[in-house]
T-cell receptor
Framework: AQSVSQHNHHVILSEAASLELGCNYSYGGTVNLFWYVQYPGQHLQLLLKYFSGDPLVKGIKGFEAEFIKSKFSFNLRKPSVQWSDTAEYFCAVKTGANNLFFGTGTRLTVIP | EADIYQTPRYLVIGTGKKITLECSQTMGHDKMYWYQQDPGMELHLIHYSYGVNSTEKGDLSSESTVSRIRTEHFPLTLESARPSHTSQYLC??????????????FGPGTRLTVL
C-alpha cells in the first residue's frame, strides 16, 4: 500500500534560518506530489504541487520543493523562514486513482 | 466568495446519538471527499464522491455514511456515535477533468468528541 513518511514531527527554528522538511513516499508508479500547509486556526491550503516537468517546484511565500524520483522524495525548502511560517506542513501523494495519501505532518515553530 | 464550509466546527455529543456533519462548497467542484484525522496522525480518506449520486468508501474503514444529492453538498452521518468516533473530520473538494487541476481544497474541519 502507498505510504507517505514525514520524519520530522516538530521543527523549531529561529527567524532567518533555512528550512528543509523531509517527505518520502512508497509507490513505484507515476505520482503527483503536494505540500499543504495549515496555519493556526485556518484551513489546510495548498503550498505547491508537482505533476510533471521541472522537478524543482516553486510555491507560494518563497517555498520550493524538489522531486527526486530515485529517492522517492519531495522535500520542502525555504531559504529564510519568518515567524509567520509557523504552521503544520503536510506532504501528500496522489497515485493513479484520485485519492490523496497524506503524511503525519510536521509542526514548524519559528521563534522571532 | 467561492469556498468550502463545514458545520459544526466543534461538537460534543453522548454515545448513541445520531449526528450529521455538514459540508458545502460553492466552487462548483464535481469531486468531494471526507477525511478523518486523529491527533498526530495522517489524514485518512473515509469517503469520496465523483458527482451527484456517486459515493465510494475510502482507504480507512468507517461506520459513517455519506450522501451526494446535490453537487454542492456532501453530508456525513453517524447513526449511533461512539467514543471511538472521536476525531477531526475534514471535508475537501476538487475539480474534475484534467488531473493537473486536481488539487483539493479543504474546509475548516469538524472536531467531534463523543462522550
Amino acid at each position: 500500500a502507498q505510504s507517505v513518511s514525514q520524519h520530522n514531527h516538530h521543527v523549531i527554528l529561529s527567524e532567518a534560518a533555512s528550512l528543509e522538511l523531509g517527505c518520502n513516499y512508497s509507490y513505484g508508479g507515476t505520482v503527483n506530489l503536494f505540500w499543504y500547509v495549515q496555519y493556526p486556526g485556518q484551513h489546510l491550503q495548498l503550498l505547491l504541487k508537482y505533476f510533471s516537468g521541472d522537478p524543482l517546484v516553486k510555491g507560494i511565500k518563497g517555498f520550493e520543493a524538489e522531486f527526486i524520483k530515485s529517492k522517492f522524495s519531495f522535500n520542502l525548502r525555504k531559504p529564510s523562514v519568518q515567524w509567520s511560517d509557523t504552521a503544520e506542513y503536510f506532504c501528500a501523494v496522489k497515485t493513479g486513482a484520485n485519492n490523496l495519501f497524506f503524511g503525519t505532518g510536521t509542526r514548524l515553530t519559528v521563534i522571532p | 466568495e467561492a469556498d468550502i464550509y463545514q458545520t459544526p466546527r466543534y461538537l460534543v455529543i453522548g454515545t448513541g446519538k445520531k449526528i450529521t456533519l455538514e459540508c458545502s462548497q460553492t466552487m462548483g467542484h464535481d469531486k468531494m471527499y471526507w477525511y478523518q484525522q486523529d491527533p498526530g496522525m495522517e489524514l485518512h480518506l473515509i469517503h469520496y464522491s465523483y458527482g451527484v449520486n456517486s459515493t465510494e468508501k475510502g482507504d480507512l474503514s468507517s461506520e459513517s455514511t455519506v450522501s451526494r444529492i446535490r453537487t454542492e453538498h456532501f453530508p456525513l452521518t453517524l447513526e449511533s456515535a461512539r467514543p471511538s468516533h472521536t476525531s477531526q473530520y475534514l471535508c475537501a473538494s476538487s475539480h474534475g477533468g484534467d488531473p493537473s487541476y486536481n488539487e483539493q481544497f479543504f474546509g475548516p474541519g469538524t472536531r467531534l468528541t463523543v462522550l
